[in-house]
């Protein structure tokens, strides 16, 4: 009997233990909470880890609490050492549940690859850039990512800054719309145009024309002088320019195969309508299909490489372009290169005056979330290089 009470004894005494080092845990982290340790552990699967507090930065701490930005610190693998209210506040998880998570698990699953090759090496001055981070309760959150290093060893900690640019990203969108709205409104006053050309002007022209030749084939040249013979030809000619002229631009204000084609089909029209203007041989190299876009926005490249290809015949010296389509990195780009003279693109691009046909296409590509880049040098060709956001090339 005295055995069997040896044996029960210890029971209380591992019970008082499990339960003073269960506060201990709980002072523990308080003391974290309020920065009054100088160090605590995260468990990792090849072992504990031992990650320290100075104690001179605790005040540096207590400022980054009241930031309007959000404030993470990483430690070398990615996991989170700590974050202000702010950041908690913007992803709605509280700081507690941050701690010891890898921030990278917090980044938009496809932007991921984007974020650790930015935090590889964020550079003397850190490095600067959008991602979208999830939200506890769906969603994700726009933001600018500042990274810095922390210290010059190898191995240091990241301190990131998080700015909410949802805002940014509204006014934005905002502004694309309104900008489609113009381009769409352009487009139908176009459209409108070039039926009044064909169908208003030019069947007057027509007419004015058959009736001169009707005149004309009539037994008059007894009753004209030759002058007044030869005026009747003149007007004639004179007629069927006007008709020529009418006819190029009601095709050219609003070609009929961008309604309802595709970019492609209609990047191969304007081929054959550039060499029968201007004699212009324009090679089309389609690498990938970007067909699936919104009309405003197919109609504005299409006149965006219209002019560009207008460039060429008027300033570089050759008769030869070529346009590419494709897709790179995650961006569908349009290329349009000659090998004619070349520019100084570095001094003409800031110059309006010089570039003005060029800036305006520039502009109005970046109202649309597309963006264009002159790369060129005397005697060495040029490169315009269109790029526009994967999301507005999808299905």
């Known amino acids: 009997m005295p055995k069997k009470n040896q044996v029960q004894q210890p029971v209380p005494d591992e019970t008082e233990g499990l339960k003073s080092r269960l506060e201990e845990t709980e002072e523990t982290l308080r003391a974290i909470q309020e920065y009054m340790v100088d160090a605590f552990v995260v468990n990792r699967e090849n072992g504990i880890q031992v990650v320290t507090l100075n104690e001179s930065e605790i005040p540096y701490r207590m400022m980054v609490e009241s930031m309007n930005e959000g404030a993470v610190t990483l430690i070398p693998d990615g996991t989170i050492f700590y974050c202000n209210s702010r950041f908690s506040e913007m992803i709605g998880i509280e700081s507690e549940k941050l701690v010891s998570t890898l921030f990278q698990d917090l980044i938009a699953p496809e932007e991921r690859t984007a974020f650790e090759r930015i935090c590889i ?28 290093q922390l210290g010059t060893e190898e191995k240091n900690a990241l301190a990131i800054i998080a700015t909410d640019i949802s805002e940014r990203v509204r006014t ?64 004639q000619a004179s007629l069927s320019e006007s008709i020529a002229i009418t006819r190029n631009l009601s095709i050219d204000l609003s070609p009929i195969v961008l309604h309802g084609e595709g970019l492609t089909e209609a990047l191969t029209w304007l081929s054959f309508r550039m060499k029968e203007q201007y004699g212009l041989q324009m090679d089309l190299e389609p690498k990938a299909d970007l067909n699936h876009l919104d009309d405003h926005l197919r109609i504005l490249l299409f006149q965006s490489i219209r002019e560009l290809l207008f460039n060429v015949v008027k300033h570089a010296g050759v008769m030869q372009a070529k346009v590419t389509i494709e897709k790179v990195d995650e961006r569908g780009r349009i290329t349009v290169s000659d090998d004619g003279q070349g520019f100084d693109a570095g001094i003409i691009m800031k110059d309006s005056y010089a570039a003005h046909g060029l800036l305006i296409i520039q502009e109005r590509l970046s109202l649309l979330g597309c963006s264009m880049k002159m790369i060129s040098k005397p005697g060495e060709g040029t490169y315009a290089v269109i790029e526009v956001p994967i999301e507005r090339v999808s299905a």
């Open 172 to 235: 934005g969108e905002k502004i694309r719309s309104l900008a489609s709205e113009l381009a769409r409104a352009e487009q139908e006053e176009r459209h409108r145009i070039s039926q009044v050309l064909h169908d208003d002007l030019q069947q007057r022209l027509f007419a004015i024309k058959a009736q001169l030749s009707f005149l004309k084939d009539m037994d008059l040249k007894d009753q004209l002088s030759a002058a007044a013979y030869l005026e009747l030809d003149q007007v």
């Open 121 to 148: 090496q964020p550079g003397q001055n850190g490095a600067r850039s959008e991602f979208c981070l999830k939200r506890a309760a769906g969603g994700c959150l726009p933001v600018q990512l500042s990274i810095y």
